[in-house]
C-alpha cells in the first residue's frame, strides 16, 4: 500500500519535472534567438532546459556527430513528446574505464562475468566516445523507440540505459556485453586485475 503511494508520488512528480523543463525551454527561446539564429532557438532552448534540469551532465567528450546527435534526440523529446533524456555517463577516459573493469573483476572474482557490465578500455564505446548511458527510464523508452532517427540504438538487454552511435544502422541486439570477443589488450588487463 505504501509502495503503491510512494510510487504515485514518484510519477507525480516525474510528471511536474518534464511540464517544469518543458516551461523553461518555451521561457528561453527568444534569448535562445539572439544566441543561436532562428533556426536554432528551439534547440539551443531545450539544451539550456535540460541542463538546469540535469546538472551534473557532462557531454564533453562525446564525438561531436554523437553529440549533435543526442542533442537532437532530446530536443525532439522534449519539444514533441515531453520526455526527458539526461546524460549520467558519456565520454570516459581509458584510465577511468580501466579502473571500473578491475573493480568489476575483483567484485565478480571473474573476468568474463565483470565484461557482461563493463567493458575494458580498448572495447569501450564510452572511450571512444560514441556511448551513452541515459536516464531516466522512461526517457530510455523513448530513445528506443525513436533513437533510430538519429543513429542512436539500444545495444544490451540487460542495460536500458545504455546507447550508441551507430549511424551505419541498427545492430544486432546482445543479450550484454560479455559477448563481443576480447582483445589482446582486454587479456592483458584481466590477467593483471587477477
Ligand atoms: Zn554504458
Redesign the pocket.
Known sequence: MRRGRAAHAARRRDAAYRWITLLLAVAFVPVARLVGGPGMARHVACQWALATRFPAEDLDGLTPATRAAFEAARTRALWRHRELLGL??GHRHAYHQARLFAEAVRRTGSAEVARRR?LPPAE???VAGT???VRPAEGARWLERHGGSYGLYRIYDN?W????YRPEGRPARLPHSGVTRPTDTSEMIMTWAR
Open positions: 549520467t555517463s563493463v569501450s564505446r564510452h556511448a551513452l548511458d542495460e540505459w545504455h546507447f550508441e
